[in-house]
């Protein structure tokens, strides 16, 4: 039932592509060749023909949408949709506690696109602190209680309902256990008594998958969220170098690298360097380095020789990086202001933080500004492409999932040497407007202090903004002064 549900499937959708309605139909392009296609056609597992709706991309998947909701009640009961632990084979590459690394998998049959996403979760640097994490965190630390199963969720989701691009991806998440940023590359001993081998676990990850399929693929995008996220940077041209070296010069490897654009800043307070909330992230990093034994890209390192720190930050090794990368970016990340010092919690904002926010979202949009693909909104938060609310907020009007479509697409055309971005269909979106949840689509805030949810004028009150008195001065309602803040007006 459910392999004749999705040739149904596979059939409605190229029925819908090529589909040629209306008094005025438009003259059909001839199908590329079989060996073009095997070499260049990355963004569906399987060829069709898009010019029926690259003006109505957005209307088209409303209808996929609809479809697979159809199909999906009478073929929920016998769909898994569960990804699988898979511990390494390979027992010398480990967690910190000397447990085997692994991965979780959710394969999917005839697809030839791979999702690999790595998991965050901040650090530690010295043995001290370390120690302190390995108490109150092991999961981060230690395979030894992980689940056998887990749900992926938006953009590893395999609902087209949540993940409108990639649900039917082979997806792969790799859970965080080495604590350094997935740059380590140093086995456990005596004198540290952990190991530190994230960049080795993602290698070994990959030759591990070859042959569960990936020897087959024709796209493999590296994700990741927040230190997730800066290891997608330090990794991405690693796992190309690792493919090609093994003879799979097919494989097109990407980068997306969600809240893991940090900057090496000045804090808002400097303070005594304890742990990694109160140090610096360049003095944690310096000195997180040394201790893991860190890989960084060889051209970065040269770049900085002596000072690798620097390659942890992206706008520094963003510029040697040679393989396609998307940034996605909070412009105020909630991570960013807590090792900057700048607390949201209690009393309402000062006017000297309130400044510093403002100017993060500056420095922000100047390192950003040459970054072809990204998607920054003017947004409050941390990590987003696994939440359920992915989907939903939008820069100038797109979805992340919809600009991540367009340079899906503008590496295709690319590739048939089109250099050209596909027509209508933005990539490079970053808001305008100048604080925090000024864009109207941000998801939820809290009050980190209660737990309770508040509005965006009960946010900018809490931030010290009187959002009500300036509207009664100006004689108008505080949400249409709020539209008009929001659009730049």
């Known amino acids: 039932l459910v392999s004749s549900l999705l040739v149904l499937l596979l059939l409605l959708l190229r029925l819908l592509f090529t589909f040629r309605g209306g008094r005025n139909p438009q003259p059909r392009r001839a199908p590329p060749s079989p060996a073009y296609r095997d070499r260049a056609d990355t963004t569906e597992s399987f060829p069709l023909d898009f010019t029926a709706v690259e003006e109505n991309m957005d209307n088209f998947m ?14 929920a009961q016998k769909l898994d949709y569960d990804m699988k632990l898979h511990l390494l084979e390979n027992t010398s590459v480990t967690c910190n506690d000397g447990s085997p690394s692994g991965y979780y998998l959710k394969e999917s049959r005839g697809s030839r696109r791979w999702l690999i996403f790595l998991e965050g979760g901040w650090y530690c640097f010295n043995k001290e602190n370390c120690d302190t994490r390995y108490e109150t965190m092991r999961r981060l630390m230690s395979s030894s209680k992980w689940p056998q199963t887990k749900t992926g969720t938006g953009i590893l989701s395999p609902l087209p309902e949540e993940n409108p691009h990639w649900w039917n991806a082979n997806m792969v998440f790799i859970p965080y256990c080495s604590s350094d ?23 070994e990850v990959v030759k591990d998958l070859l042959s569960k399929g990936l020897d087959n693929a024709k796209v493999l995008l590296l ?32 980068g997306l690298s969600d809240s893991g654009w940090f900057l090496d800043n000045k804090q808002y307070h400097c303070t005594d360097c304890v742990d990694n909330v109160s140090c610096s992230p360049t003095e944690t990093i310096r000195r997180g380095i040394k201790y893991w034994g860190s890989v960084v890209p060889e051209e970065c390192r040269l770049t900085h020789e002596g000072e690798e720190w620097n390659c942890f930050f992206g706008y520094r090794v963003f510029p040697s990086i040679k393989s396609p990368v998307f940034v996605v970016q909070w412009l105020f990340d909630e991570a960013q202001l807590t090792v900057d010092n700048i607390q949201l919690t209690g009393q309402p904002v000062q006017e000297g933080q309130w400044r510093y926010i403002q100017n993060l979202g500056i420095e922000l949009r100047n390192t950003l500004k040459d970054v072809p693909a990204m998607f920054a909104p003017a947004c409050l938060s941390h990590e987003v492409i696994t939440r359920n609310y992915w989907i939903d907020v939008q820069v100038k009007g797109t979805s992340l999932p919809r600009a991540l479509h367009c340079w899906d697409r503008s590496l295709h055309d690319s590739n048939r040497n089109n250099k050209a971005p596909p027509k209508g269909c933005p990539m490079h979106l970053i808001d305008s407007c100048p604080w925090p949840h000024c864009n109207p689509t941000c998801p939820t805030i809290r009050d980190q202090f209660t737990g309770q949810e508040m509005n965006v004028i009960q946010f900018l009150m809490h931030m010290g903004f009187d959002v009500q008195k300036m509207a009664q001065q100006q004689g108008m309602d505080p949400a249409k002064l709020l539209g008009m803040l929001s659009s730049g007006s």
Not at 239 to 250: C, F, K, M, Q
């Open 62 to 75: 409303t209808q996929v949408k609809n479809l697979a909701q159809s199909l999906y009640p009478c073929s």
């Open 181 to 203: 940023v997935w740059s380590g590359a140093s086995p456990k001993t005596d004198q540290s008594n952990y190991a530190f081998m994230g960049s080795l676990i993602i290698q």
């Open 223 to 254: 994700a990741g969220s927040s230190a997730g996220g800066t290891g997608v940077l330090l990794n991405v041209d690693r796992v190309a170098d690792l493919l090609e070296g093994l003879g799979h010069t097919a494989i097109q490897v990407r």
